[in-house]
């Protein structure tokens, strides 16, 4: 595997950091304590509206921002890789199309969201969404909701739910910045402008992100052509609070361009790229006050995506071109109700309607001859209303209780439920928590009209899932334990089947048990750690039996976090199994196994001043060999360093 030239001396400056991270004498600190467990008290993803973490019944884990800061963790990809239950893959370095995959199921089963607007692409395929480029300069916290939770949040949550929420201005008006360099020819850095007066709140993000990269095709094989990436980033949340309203805009745009090879063993490509433009906006308007038993806003956001593939012919690959243009865009307004019932009794409730557009166009030549394909815009509205009553009955008891219905243009009604409940026992630290639930997900554009492929009558993609799960604190809170058991089942699945088109056809079951364990050593050192058991299986066809491709069965991770008087260490170790995947160069493709790989990574940092800060880590210290899939290069171990002004 080649090396970055930068290297040596990114990895001797993160050394350096490390021999003098102990702060001057009488320097104060930002923080000489680390909390056992990363919680914030409210989330938002279980129901829409805010909900104490300790009472929500559903399995839902969240990554804060001290997290994302304290691990260096610069995309939001980064940050799900430490989430248990939660596996992703990217198709190459930085840029490569990314697939995330909760609790086995598949990447187009999560719906994405970003302040509460839905992400998903409507010109996909499959209508997911692509976390390749997505930074982390503007996230507050990113809530991870697994099992169906169509209940509440629609469409496309077959799997669950990633709920990415920005950062919001507080505190006297402020400007942070950070810069950062480091191997593969990378350089990063963002400027965020934050605080509140006179009843407005502003908090405005940019971010950028260049690197050299390698080479997306494996370079064991000979490619050595590097594939580089370039994104921007700009985030906009705009909050005014007028009398008894609160108003908030939410602006977000993510334009990157990456270099991409050809599938294959040898598949340098030194002029292939994709070029990717996505846009979110969102208003709402909301009824605010704590004293208000109900509370209603009413919200409106697009997103649209602009994806554009273009390749030249080129002297290594002469007889190969490429273009292609697809673009994807969806509005939704939607009415949430939060109605209080009592001291022990709360409604939610609300209803929603979008519409969804895609239109494509490709064109490619190659040494099998020209092809040419048109997907005319097309588009689907799809109207739901939902509602779920949370209660406690007892004092340490707390049950939810819910229903959908969805009306799409093409197929109809869709119905979906959800039940949950959990069990506090104070005296002991213990709470006992489960779930049943359904989902859905509606055909995409592409799969019900494209003019070759396209099936108008087929039906949505369902599931049908459980989870239990035990938290336990010991040692006055400076321990806690988590166990989590689960089980879904999804019926329908479409499938494309050469020549016949898109149809409903398989069935998939996902199974297993996240642990995890967070233990206050000393009031300076925290250790975590997280294994995860999974088995997802197809249930019928040819394949019926065998485990679903690019999901490990066996995870783990393992990390020790030490805060000393400004400095701070991070050392971790993600382990990921075997798994399956598909060999195209065969035909038919071929299944074959992958080894499994361990990741080592470190991080540290110094604060120079209250509000200077110098961090440096090494990836992949082991500098471990591996794929995430197969034929597609990664990264060997590399270094960067950098620094934050922040007042």
């Not at 879904?488 to 409903?504: K, Q, S, W």
């Not at 297993?512 to 997802?536: C, D, N, Q």
Request: glycine share 12%; net charge negative.
């Amino acid at each position: 595997m080649t090396r970055s030239r930068s290297l040596p001396l990114a990895a001797a400056a993160v050394a350096a950091l490390c021999a003098f991270a102990p702060p001057v004498a009488g320097q104060e600190a930002p923080s000489d304590s680390i909390p056992v467990f990363h919680v914030p008290p409210i989330v938002v993803t279980v129901s829409r509206v805010e909900t104490p973490f300790d009472e929500a019944a559903s399995s839902i884990a969240v990554v804060t921002r001290e997290e994302i800061e304290r691990g260096q963790l610069r995309t939001v990809l980064e940050a799900l890789r430490t989430v248990p239950g939660v596996a992703l893959v990217r198709t190459g370095g930085p840029g490569g199309a990314t697939s995330v995959f909760l609790r086995g199921a598949s990447s187009d089963h999560a719906l994405v969201l970003l302040d509460g607007i839905e992400l998903n692409d409507p010109s996909g395929p499959t209508g997911g969404y692509d976390l390749a480029t997505l930074g982390t300069a503007a996230v507050e916290r990113i809530e991870i909701l697994k099992g169906p939770q169509s209940t509440i949040h629609g469409s496309s949550a077959l799997g669950g739910v990633v709920n990415i929420v920005t950062r919001r201005g507080e505190g006297e008006p402020r400007v942070e910045v950070l810069a950062e360099g480091g191997s593969y020819g990378t350089a990063a850095g963002s400027v965020a402008f934050l605080g509140a007066a006179e009843g407005w709140s502003w908090a405005a993000t940019a971010e950028r992100r260049i690197t050299d990269g390698f080479s997306a095709a494996p370079e064991d094989l000979g490619n050595d052509e590097a594939d580089g990436s370039r994104t921007t980033g700009l985030d906009l949340r705009l909050d005014r609070r007028a009398g008894a309203f609160r108003i908030g805009l939410t602006g977000h745009l993510d334009d990157s361009s990456t270099d991409i090879d050809a599938s294959g063993p040898q598949g340098d490509d030194p002029n292939r790229r994709l070029e990717d433009r996505e846009i979110a906006l969102a208003l709402d308007v909301a009824l605010a006050g704590e004293n208000r038993a109900w509370r209603p806003t009413i919200s409106l956001s697009r997103v649209g995506h602009d994806r554009a593939s273009l390749d030249d012919p080129d002297p290594a690959r002469p007889l190969a071109s490429e273009r292609g243009a697809f673009e994807g865009s969806a509005w939704k307004l939607a009415w949430l109700n939060d109605i209080d019932l009592g001291a022990a009794a709360r409604l939610v409730a609300g209803a929603e309607t979008e519409r969804e557009r895609a239109a494509t166009r490709f064109e490619s030549d190659g040494e099998f001859g020209p092809f040419e394909s048109e997907f005319a815009q097309r588009s689907a509205r799809t109207t739901g209303a939902f509602a779920e009553l949370r209660a406690e009955p007892l004092e340490r008891l707390a049950v939810a209780v819910g229903a959908r219905v969805d009306d799409h243009d093409r197929f109809g009604a869709a119905t979906t439920v959800r039940l949950a409940s959990g069990l506090r026992f104070p005296a002991s630290g213990t709470r006992l928590r489960g779930t049943w639930g359904t989902g859905f997900k509606a055909p995409t554009l592409l799969q019900l009209y494209d003019p070759e492929f396209g099936a108008p009558g087929l039906d949505p993609e369902r599931s049908g899932g459980w989870d239990v799960g035990i938290d336990q604190t010991l040692a006055a809170d400076r321990v806690r334990l988590s166990a989590t058991g689960f089980s879904t089942r999804y019926e329908d699945l479409i499938v494309f089947a050469f020549p016949d088109g898109y149809r409903n056809e398989n069935e998939a079951t996902t199974r297993g048990v996240e642990t995890s364990v967070s233990a206050l050593i000393h009031p300076e050192l925290r250790i975590t750690g997280s294994y995860t058991h999974t088995r997802a299986e197809l249930e019928t066809g040819p394949d019926a039996g065998l485990p679903l491709i690019r999901r490990p069965r066996h995870q783990g991770s393992l990390d020790a976090a030490w805060v000393s008087r400004g400095a701070e260490v991070g050392v971790g170790m993600r382990w990921t199994g075997e798994r399956e995947d598909l060999d195209f160069e065969a035909f038919p493709a071929e299944r074959v196994t992958l080894d499994g790989y361990a990741l080592l990574r470190v991080a540290v940092a110094w604060g120079v001043t209250d509000e200077i800060r110098l961090f440096g880590r090494i990836e992949n210290l082991l500098d471990a060999e591996y794929q995430e899939v197969l034929h597609f290069g990664t990264a060997g171990r590399s270094a960067f360093v950098g620094v934050k002004y922040r007042p």
